[in-house]
């Protein structure tokens, strides 16, 4: 993890953590929970894919910026969101979700690669990362996961992960992240 | 974990996967949402055992032989679930819900007991394998878990890993995985 | 974790066992129903704060009293539970949740510090620790988290974390235990 992809990672934290508190802004919740879903949907594709590499403890423990991250965004999120309407809140949602989904796919693939992954599990762990936040944040908030219903998403999480996967191992891996990325 | 085991695992995987994939169908997924649905319904009981366990990385990481499994069962589901009625689905599912179950509690039992887990720990760990697929298949298709609704299934999940964990003990091992796998 | 703690440890899981039971209660579910949920509520929230330290295996798996005190516990609701009507029964929820919420931030924020986690982490996995156990019980259940809907627990829970966290670095570190409790 040398270069863009530590920037990558605190990108689709951030991106992820938005999302997560624009969906507490629309089932009308208090700062905290703003910043509990923020929070959970930032760090949760990269703590499970942590989890299921056996790298421990998990690494937000030891260096919790990426949590600081997530509960500023979260904040912000909930100071700013009543200026917007709620149609406008539901398009910056997809988009963030989408964008943190490309960020994501390729860390986590990156991750996953650089853990000793066997590139097809990489790939799985790239798409799980990219997912779960998601996933999780969609479940607590009591909404069946837009992964599911919006087999876009996945697709492209797929694919992205497929790209970065093969150009690291067939490209100079300097050019994988840009071609990860442009593929998602 | 020899002999008959890893097919009973295999099998297990398969038959959660089916699963998933059904439930999927029933809520009119994509085919994307049948593999995700399916691969987690069938990894997603042995994923949180081995995690339980701390075993790292996660077995499938290093052979993703069982999300091959999961996503080719899946991907089948999906080419022929239009050709069974609604009802005809349902049965399948409580039907392949019951074999899985059977099949897991052994085997979550076993790869328990084979880690140095106590027996009473493992007879969780094999409840545990066999329940959590489901559960998870079910919270995120938006459904409350089967297995909360029907406890005979936990029941039976129950009393399949006790009379595992005594045959391991008291009898040969190379009968306790049927004396397990019948009393399920 | 000496003197007071596991006390504190083992009064948290009882407690959150009886608000999964009583959830279960609610949802008129059958006896393993009631054990599943009182179990995975009362040892949720620590189990994911072990995964998450790293701790391998999950204490429980080599020592399962506290899996057999949420046993008994769940049981020993199911016997009583149809003596309380509907209104004492979503009473004694709150209460023990909050409760349950009090003891679970002191003593998991102190096996985090013990654990070896730097301060700002040992606080947010002393949260995690005191507020998982009950939002796995709601997704369970079906219903959105209590802890997503009732902000006061959460800034609770942080609150003592953080207390619990100072006193242990600059008050003497038999008082911290009081202290933390005192202030959630």
Redesign the interface.
Same mark, same amino acid.
């Given at each position: 993890m040398t270069g863009l992809l530590p920037w990558l990672e605190w990108a689709g934290v951030a991106v992820f953590a938005l999302t997560g508190a624009l969906v507490?802004a629309r089932?009308q919740? %208090? *700062?905290? +929970?703003f910043v $509990? &879903?923020g929070t959970v949907t930032g760090i949760g594709g990269g703590?499970l894919r942590d989890? $299921?590499? +056996?790298?421990?403890?998990?690494p937000? !423990? /030891?260096d *919790?910026a990426v949590?600081i991250i997530c509960a500023a965004v979260s904040l912000a999120a909930f100071v700013s969101a009543h200026h917007f309407e709620r149609e406008g809140r539901t398009r910056v949602i997809l988009w963030a979700d989408a964008l943190g989904l490309a960020l994501f796919t390729v860390t986590g693939t990156a991750k #996953?690669l650089e853990?000793g992954? *066997?590139a097809?599990?990489a790939v $799985?762990?790239g798409v799980v990362t990219a997912?779960f936040g998601g !996933?999780i944040r969609d479940? &607590? #908030? +009591?909404?069946? *996961?837009l992964? /599911?219903?919006r %087999?876009v998403y996945?697709?492209a999480s &797929?694919a992205g992960a497929v790209a970065f996967a093969l150009a690291n191992r067939f490209v100079s891996p300097d050019l994988d992240d840009v071609i990860g990325f442009a593929v998602v």
């Open positions: 507490a089932k919740m %208090d *700062p905290f +929970g $509990l &879903l703590t989890v $299921l590499l +056996g790298i421990r403890p998990v937000w !423990i /030891l *919790p949590v #996953a853990a992954a *066997p097809i599990s $799985l762990l997912t !996933i479940m &607590l #908030a +009591g909404d069946v *996961p992964a /599911l219903r %087999d996945v697709t &797929l």
